[in-house]
């Protein structure tokens, strides 16, 4: 089965600074989906990016960049310049290709504060 | 706004009552998913309905329910709630072949 993990439960960063998030991942698949959701005290699920495996080049949407390493299991999200509208529980996601294993795997989520 | 609505937002509830959770995914979207999220376990995968039929089952216990009318909404049941069931309840749909799944604000339930 595929497993999610996320080693820091908690990061602070200084407002328009820039922090890295880290996200790993087991599975045995060779295509897959990766994402990144922002869970802001609303409690709203909102995608922030996705990467496909297949694709070597790392996603970025605007002040989000991923560093994906698919040899390392390794995803990791970068957010530039920090904002406190930032501040939220991230989440880490897997999603299987094939069409059968839809469902979302998460991590157990980073706790993301900004500090003014 | 993701274009799915979940109702009610609220829902407080005593144990061993069942209750009902409603979700109407975005307009085009024939797959709904359903998602637990509590502070032991997690956002955890329950169950997808895609067109009307189950596709894919994940940890949803025996007391839970779902299904998805011709109109594509889908209902979660509960049933013999425990204190345990005390959760965010997410609902997410996508489109046949999506790779996004776009999720409602979800449904706090809390048993007393």
């Known amino acids: 089965a595929q497993t999610v993990t996320q080693s820091q439960p908690e990061m602070s960063v200084q407002e328009a600074e820039t922090v890295t998030l880290s996200c790993t991942y087991d599975t045995s698949e060779s295509d897959y989906y990766l994402f990144w959701y922002k869970q802001p005290p609303s409690r709203q699920m909102i995608l922030v990016i996705r990467?496909?495996?297949?694709?070597?080049q790392n996603a970025t949407e605007n002040r989000f960049s991923v560093n994906f390493q698919k040899a390392a299991k390794s995803f990791s999200l970068k957010i530039s310049d920090s904002q406190l509208g930032d501040a939220a529980m991230y989440f880490c996601a897997y999603r299987a290709s094939f069409q059968g294993a839809q469902k979302l795997v998460f991590g157990q989520g980073t706790r993301l504060t900004i500090n003014p | 706004d993701s274009g799915v609505t979940q109702t009610p937002k609220h829902l407080i509830t005593a144990t061993g009552q069942r209750v009902t959770l409603r979700c109407s995914p975005r307009?085009?979207?024939?797959?709904v998913y359903w998602y637990q999220q509590s502070l032991d376990q997690g956002l955890q995968f329950l169950i997808q309905y895609y067109n009307g039929e189950e596709r894919a089952k994940g940890n949803i216990l025996e007391r839970f329910s779902a299904q998805q009318f011709p109109d594509l909404h889908s209902e979660l049941n509960l049933s013999s709630l425990e204190l345990g069931d005390s959760a965010l309840y997410f609902c997410?749909?996508?489109?046949?072949?999506?790779?996004?799944?776009?999720f409602g604000p979800g449904t706090r339930l809390t048993v007393l």
């Open positions: 990467q496909e495996a297949y694709k070597q």
């Open positions: 997410a749909s996508s489109v046949a072949t999506g790779i996004e799944q776009f």
């Open positions: 307009s085009g979207d024939l797959s």
